[in-house]
């Protein structure tokens, strides 16, 4: 009877019959070292199905101009840096809940990455190995394997392309890292990557959701993520009355994916 009632347990924690959503947002550099007052430069939603392992992954524009609840319009990126600033401890449900406002999603989970922190995870895992298939943010084609610091400049440039590449590369570099660590020869380091791991990044997830949300990461990461980026026209560029560029959401294109990827 307790045999069984442990592998019931087991088989929730890994196959739950409920979806899973999940936030991820990476801090820009904050004013003081350790601080969490920074913009979300990197929004990526993703989601995994009732049972099924297989990931999706959504990257959002940061300039996506939208409703930030309780200050109106601004940038996406904007919400977890009003919160932090004005009530501190906020951020991350300021996140989520800009999505949930403007997207219909709820989002339970979130995840916060501080990219003073990202560097020294990668150089825990002993650099990334990854391919390119054309070179991209001054790297040639071919494999590459990128320290923390070339890492954190791969995924961040933007120097002659834009944010819709650059999303790209970031859903690119999570996809090779996880394989990366799923290599026999780099689960030494794994003690390195958890101490990094854990003083790089906040999280708002329950102890109980991890082993799903790890066991879908790297099933995805084997077998492929279900992965998108905003197609140019799911926005349009427009210029605010302060000079700012941004871009507009077209709901009509935007809503049907959504919708499809959390059918």
């Known amino acids: 009877m307790r045999n069984g009632f442990l592998i019931l347990l087991i088989f929730f924690a890994f196959f739950t019959p409920f979806r899973s959503t999940l936030l991820i947002i990476g801090i820009d550099r904050a004013p003081e070292e350790g601080s969490v007052l920074g913009r979300s430069d990197t929004m990526i939603l993703t989601t995994l199905p009732p049972v099924l392992p297989k990931m999706s992954l959504i990257s959002i524009p940061r300039d996506l101009w939208v409703s930030i609840p309780g200050y109106g319009e601004n940038r996406i990126n ?31 989970y979130v995840i916060r990455l501080r990219f003073e922190g990202f560097r020294n995870i990668v150089d825990a895992m002993g650099g990334v190995t990854i391919h390119l298939p054309e070179p991209m943010s001054g790297l040639d084609a071919g494999t590459h394997t990128l320290d923390g610091a070339q890492a954190l400049a791969f995924v961040r440039d933007r120097a002659g392309s834009d944010d819709f590449w650059r999303q790209k590369r970031g859903q690119m570099f999570i ?9 026999p020869v780099k689960w030494p380091r794994i003690p390195a990557v958890i101490t990094a791991t854990l003083q790089a990044v906040d999280s708002t997830i329950p102890f109980y959701a991890w082993p799903r949300l790890l066991y879908g990461a790297a099933f995805s990461a084997v077998f492929g993520f279900e992965s998108a980026t905003f197609d140019r026209n799911w926005v349009t560029p427009w210029v605010t009355d302060e000079g700012a560029q941004v871009l507009l959401p077209n709901w009509e294109f935007i809503n049907p994916f959504v919708k499809e990827m959390y059918k």
Do not use: D, K, S
């Open 78 to 108: 904007t919400a977890h840096y009003f919160a932090e600033l004005y009530q501190p401890g906020t951020g991350m449900q300021a996140a989520a809940g800009v999505i949930e406002a403007n997207f219909g999603i709820a989002v339970p």
């Open 175 to 183: 996809t090779a890292a996880i394989q990366n660590m799923l290599n």
